[in-house]
């Protein structure tokens, strides 16, 4: 979504802007930098300085998603509403050409792309098909050569569809957002924090995992497994809540749920709401969910089925008791764990839950420059969300299956859907 103003029109105000200190607007993934800007100023025209609050590796990698966009202020002041294509302006390296809602969309070439000889392609376009049988048969008959942001293909399906045309493409797999439970801190019983980790224990996720992602997901601990920040996969098999007695639930994490249930005031369970949204496989996950808690904890729940943004505005308004969801991290860092799950402030945060410690680590880890020291904070954080309290129960940190024709050269399975939109450094050989 291309469209440049005339080249005499200046890009950047005279002024310093302070655009991310202000909290009287929302800033969606992009306002985790508010963390480390302090201020900054206007060096000439296309340089811009930025004094952060303390050193930080993760500033410059936050700053370089596609989530940070620099538009011409005039612009901006006139308005007009930017989620409007034909309002959108940008850099990249394809232009919006013609766009038919429900359908599809259609790009050229930006030939004044700031990359010289990107991209390959003349044009792309790009086709809205919500029903999965018809994605995987337009893969087939090779009509579509690759993925966009979402297919509505299950894992399961990508693999067979890897199997069945292992001749013709390719599954690509990226780690994708954490799956899991938002608990409402605000609402009886959920206020009880013994209530709360009584959950996070009982949870088997093992069978959840085979059962939505053929086994690719990874067990759902609180940060993605195998990262320098964060326990191995094998660890966090052997840690409770997350570890099995061959091959069933362990035992004594189901006891000492039940404990603290019994300790809280909830010794025969109760009967809560778990809402879920009708997109990806919440609804399916909530309702393996419900069965166990049933089985481990005698808590009979049932599962709340809401249209997509219903269910969204009902987590922000707090109306809801236990609710699926999924967030992540949008760069490899503990900074983008900790701001989208687990802050005060995060995203999906929804009941504003805050442990002081867990708060503390926050603010010393993000400042701390030693790796080592840094590592030690953050498997203290870990434990904090899996043996003390928290208000985000993960179940799988999911893995993103992406089935791409073997005539697409140079494709990289990208860590997000923002940093797959690009295509600027794609080909085919031979010719699309």
């Known amino acids: 979504m291309i469209r440049r103003p005339p080249r005499s029109t200046p890009l950047y105000s005279s002024a310093a802007s302070d655009v991310y200190k202000r909290q009287d607007e929302p800033r969606p993934r992009s306002g985790l930098i508010r963390t480390y800007y302090d201020n900054s100023r206007v060096v000439n025209a296309k340089t811009v300085e930025v004094t952060t609050k303390f050193p930080s590796g993760a500033f410059l990698a936050f700053l370089s998603t596609d989530y940070n966009k620099i538009l011409p202020k005039h612009h901006l002041e006139t308005g007009i509403d930017l989620k409007l294509s034909d309002n959108a302006l940008g850099s990249g390296p394809y232009k919006l050409v013609n766009e038919d809602r429900d359908v599809g969309y259609e790009f050229v070439k930006n030939d004044d792309y700031f990359k010289e000889g990107r991209p390959h392609w003349d044009g792309m376009k790009a086709f809205i098909i919500k029903d999965k049988g018809a994605v995987i048969a337009a893969f087939k008959a090779r009509q579509v050569l690759l993925p966009n942001a979402a297919t509505n293909m299950k894992v399961a399906d990508v693999v067979q569809l890897g199997i069945d045309e292992a001749d013709q493409g390719k599954v690509y797999w990226a780690p994708g957002s954490l799956y899991g439970m938002h608990i409402n801190t605000n609402v009886a019983p959920f206020d009880n924090a013994k209530v709360r980790l009584a959950i996070q224990l009982a949870i088997h996720r093992q069978p959840i995992i085979k059962l939505i992602s053929s086994g690719k997901a990874l067990l759902g601990g ?44 909830y010794p025969d369970g109760f009967e809560p709401a778990v809402t879920a949204r009708s997109v990806g496989d919440y609804v399916a996950v909530a309702e393996i969910l419900v069965a166990q808690l049933e089985s481990f904890l005698n808590i009979k729940a049932h599962v709340k089925v809401m249209e997509s943004t219903a269910g969204k505005a009902a987590f922000r308004s707090g109306d809801y008791e236990l609710g699926m969801g999924a967030g992540g991290a949008i760069i490899p860092d503990p900074d983008a764990v900790i701001g989208g799950l687990y802050a005060k402030s995060a995203s999906a945060n929804v009941s504003d839950w805050e442990h002081p410690r867990l708060t503390e680590i926050s603010e010393l880890q993000t400042r701390e420059l030693d790796q080592d020291k840094r590592r030690d904070l953050l498997l203290e954080a870990a434990d904090i969300l899996m043996l003390e309290d928290t208000q985000w129960v993960g179940i799988f940190w999911k893995v993103e299956g992406k089935y791409v024709d073997n005539s697409i050269q140079n494709y990289n399975a990208p860590g997000s859907a923002a940093s797959e939109l690009k295509f600027e450094h794609t080909w085919c050989d031979p010719a699309c």
Request: glycine content about 6%.
């Open 222 to 265: 609180p940060f993605p497994p195998n990262f320098w920040f964060a326990a191995t996969e094998e660890e966090l098999a052997q840690s409770p809540g997350f570890r099995e007695l061959n091959g069933e639930k362990h035992p004594e994490d189901i006891a000492r749920a039940r404990e603290l249930l019994a300790e809280a005031g």
